[in-house]
T-cell receptor
Framework: GAVVSQHPSWVICKSGTSVKIECRSL??????MFWYRQFPKQSLMLMAT?????????EQGVEKDKFLINHASLTLSTLTVTSAHPEDSSFYIC?????????????FGEGSRLTVL | SQQGEEDPQALSIQEGENATMNCSYK?????LQWYRQNSGRGLVHLIL?????REKHSGRLRVTLDTSKKSSSLLITASRAADTASYFC????????????FGAGTRLFVKA
């Protein structure tokens, strides 16, 4: 099956620093990737849709200047949490659909746990 | 934003018993999917049911969809300890692009 790799798995940073999380589709091309955020014992909240070669589409309430998304190729999307603060601590998960599949199964990365001190 | 509710929020059963989880949603959908998440891990897709389908089977999984009631159920038969995980329903609808929105999830614990 399609594999999505997410890196790093966990990161601890100081308040005010920026953190970049990478999401790669290893054996398929993904024109669209999705970034979710999950708090402990809660559901996944869609943050933004990452579109290859164009600007990301952010969900209501998500600060685009805070969470920078770049989707520079058909296999890589990055999420940068800028000037991170403790309230940004969370589990961030990326997902992707195979190219040409507009509404089907999502393939998920293993998630990145961010802790901001 | 979350699409809807799932119940129960948590379910504890004995190995061998069946587990039923329900999901309700609010808007018209293209399809509904169920995912499984082990603690602290990514999600794994289990099954997809289209809006014009009413029931679907995959191994020990049975999913139903009632679009008139905007609800779905996931049945896991003959549960195993390894089925212990969180289960999420997710609806796919077009809102300027096909987005997948997740329900609140059901935490299933299967006792050996």
């Amino acid at each position: 099956g399609a594999v999505v790799s997410q890196h790093p798995s966990w990161v601890i940073c100081k308040s005010g620093t920026s953190v970049k999380i990478e999401c790669r589709s290893l054996d398929f091309q993904a024109t669209t990737m999705f970034w979710y955020r999950q708090f402990p014992k809660q559901s996944l909240m869609l943050m933004a849709t990452s579109n290859e070669g164009s600007k990301a589409t952010y969900e209501q309430g998500v600060e685009k200047d805070k969470f920078l998304i770049n989707h520079a190729s058909l296999t890589l999307s990055t999420l940068t949490v800028t000037s991170a603060h403790p309230e940004d601590s969370s589990f961030y998960i990326c997902s992707a659909r195979e190219r040409g599949d507009i509404a089907g199964e999502l393939f998920f990365g293993e998630g990145s746990r961010l802790t901001v001190l | 934003s979350q699409q809807g509710e799932e119940d129960p929020q948590a379910l504890s059963i004995q190995e061998g018993e069946n587990a039923t989880m329900n999901c309700s949603y609010k808007t018209s959908i293209n399809n509904l999917q169920w995912y499984r998440q082990n603690s602290g891990r990514g999600l794994v897709h289990l099954i997809l049911i289209r809006s014009n389908e009413r029931e679907k089977h995959s191994g020990r999984l049975r999913v139903t969809l009632d679009t008139s009631k905007k609800s779905s159920s996931l049945l896991i038969t003959a549960s195993r300890a390894a089925d212990t995980a969180s289960y999420f329903c997710a609806t796919v609808a077009y809102t300027g692009g096909f987005k997948t929105i997740f329900g609140a999830g059901t935490r299933l614990f299967v006792k050996a």
